[in-house]
């Protein structure tokens, strides 16, 4: 019988022990790797990565998880290939299932990474689109995991934009069960049908101060995501009560840890004082990209 390609379209395409198991494996490999050593588990494979959007954390991540764990990948720029030259997604799935073993898109619309899912025969990963941002929130669960332990008693906030990062918080918090409040600016709210579907773990507060009462997890991103920048004069006024600063972080559990995506805007979404400061994780965060993607590859690839 042939095997069920997995994708990794949204959090939503793994289950609870899935998305576990992927976290501990992350963390193992970072503990062999820190010892130099380096498992062969993905030799001779071969990842197609399309990026129609910047990117340094996922770019770099993907790329030397492929090298570090024995396979090769190969960066594919939407303006260098025949993309831009109006070629489809179908046909490029099509194209490339039959050559490479793996592939990551980051593009604007979901409904891209939809398309090419739908029309590939090797698992998908979705790398960053307007609406979601799932392979950030493995390495944000894995840091959560290793500074906290269980992830499923946990309370985390979010304040600012409601972006794609947002949503795949809510995503998480209905398959890990952890609490999130959401504190976003009027009209800013994360998508209403992702919202509806983790009712359970996932609610909107009015304000910042009582979002982040009671959390272990205090997280944000930028205010303007790729894409939005032509009306960030207008953001930066709407999100002014937005910002994660000490006074707001004091609010939080005594020892609460900050997290950020990156990359970070110092004196928008975030003051120097907390993403420069004891609470702060984002470096170690940005550090568990690789780890968790590797672990993530790895397990797409074996089922
Ligand atoms: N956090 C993140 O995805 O960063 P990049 O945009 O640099 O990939
Ligand atoms: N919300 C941000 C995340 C960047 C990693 C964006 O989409 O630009």
Redesign the pocket.
């Known amino acids: 019988m042939m095997k069920k390609v997995r994708h990794f379209k949204t959090l939503l395409d793994i289950n609870k022990n899935e998305f576990l198991s992927i976290i501990k494996r992350a963390v193992e490999l970072k503990k062999l790797q820190t010892n130099n050593e380096y498992p062969d588990t993905l030799r001779k494979k071969i990842m197609a990565m399309i990026f129609k959007?910047?990117?340094t954390?996922?770019r770099i991540s993907l790329e030397s998880s492929m090298s570090k764990l024995g396979g090769h990948a190969i960066y594919l720029s939407s303006d260098s290939s025949q993309l831009s030259r109006g070629e489809s997604l179908a046909d490029t799935a099509k194209v490339l299932s039959g050559m490479v073993d793996i592939i990551a898109i980051r593009t604007h619309s979901h409904e891209e990474v939809l398309e090419l899912s739908a029309n590939s025969t090797v698992p998908v990963i979705n790398a960053?689109t307007?609406k979601f941002?799932p392979c950030?929130l493995l390495a944000d669960m894995q840091t959560l995991y290793e500074e906290k332990g269980q992830l499923s008693d946990k309370k985390v906030a979010w304040v600012g934009?409601g972006?794609?990062?947002c949503n795949s918080y809510i995503n998480a918090s209905k398959i890990l069960g952890f609490h999130l409040n959401i504190a976003t600016p009027h009209g800013f709210e994360p998508d209403e049908e992702t919202l509806k579907n983790a009712s359970d773990t996932a609610e909107l507060c009015d304000l910042p101060g009582k979002a982040v009462e009671g959390c272990d997890l205090v997280t944000t991103?930028?205010w303007?995501?790729?894409?939005?920048e032509h009306d960030h004069d207008k953001r930066k006024v709407l999100f002014k009560g937005y910002q994660i600063n000490q006074n707001l972080m004091d609010k939080a559990n005594e020892s609460a840890i900050f997290l950020h995506?990156?990359?970070a805007h110092r004196g928008e979404e975030v003051a120097a004082e907390v993403i420069d400061g004891a609470s702060s994780r984002v470096w170690q965060q940005a550090h568990n990209r690789l780890y968790s993607s590797q672990a993530l590859i790895e397990f797409l690839l074996n089922n």
Do not use: A, E
Not at 224 to 228: K, L, T
């Open positions: 959007k910047n990117s954390r996922t960053l307007t941002h950030q934009d972006c794609n990062m991103d930028v303007s995501s790729m894409g939005d995506c990156l990359p």
